[in-house]
């Protein structure tokens, strides 16, 4: 199955599979008299993928026991509509990362906590060498050795926002304090 190959869902097919599970957003009547338009379609499968992603979390258990087996059951049902292509199953994911990279970061924030720093990295890690698999799959050596870069510098930003962290909290000396040595 290839998503090329399938009509894209409408902005109105979104719009009614929203209100379908109450969770429709408010449209501006004086903005957007029509209701949602084309360019609000973007917008709205964020919506839907935020609403199907919460119900996915109250769904699953929280238990050791559980937990592994309900997070299965939605990998069945997600690989049923990927489908074999193992192309696009590594483009999702992709995207899914770089959303989830976003969300981390907190584009709002000037600077970040170090966990969230770190967390941050750990998640670009995995964008990058990703990457890099898929650029030696294409024997794009050029592309893979910067897509490896990428991943070698997350790496260190992941370390450092650790030993941050243990700074914070004092498990660590920081920089001042390896001054006093």
Request: without cysteine; charged residues 25%; hydrophobic residues 40%.
């Amino acid at each position: 199955m290839s998503i090329s190959s399938e009509r894209p869902v409408s902005t109105e097919q979104i719009y009614a599979a929203l209100a379908a599970l109450a969770a429709e957003p408010v449209a501006d009547p004086e903005k957007r008299p029509e209701g949602p338009q084309e360019e609000d379609r973007l917008h709205l499968l964020g919506s839907l993928l935020a609403k199907t992603e919460l119900e996915i979390t109250a769904a699953t258990r929280l238990t050791e026991e559980g937990e592994i087996e309900d997070v299965l059951e939605t990998l069945l049902g997600w690989g049923e509509q990927v489908g074999a292509d193992p192309g696009l199953a590594v483009n999702v994911l992709t995207n899914r990362l770089q959303r989830t990279a976003v969300q981390v970061s907190e584009p709002e924030a000037e600077e970040l906590p170090p966990g969230r720093e770190a967390a941050f990295a750990a998640v670009m890690t995995a964008v990058y060498t990703l990457s890099a698999q898929l650029h030696a799959e294409r024997g794009d050596t050029e592309g893979t050795r910067s897509a490896l870069s990428g991943a070698e510098e997350a790496l260190i930003d992941i370390l450092q926002g650790m030993h941050d962290l243990r700074v914070a909290i004092g498990d660590a000396a920081g920089p001042e304090d390896q001054a006093d040595d």
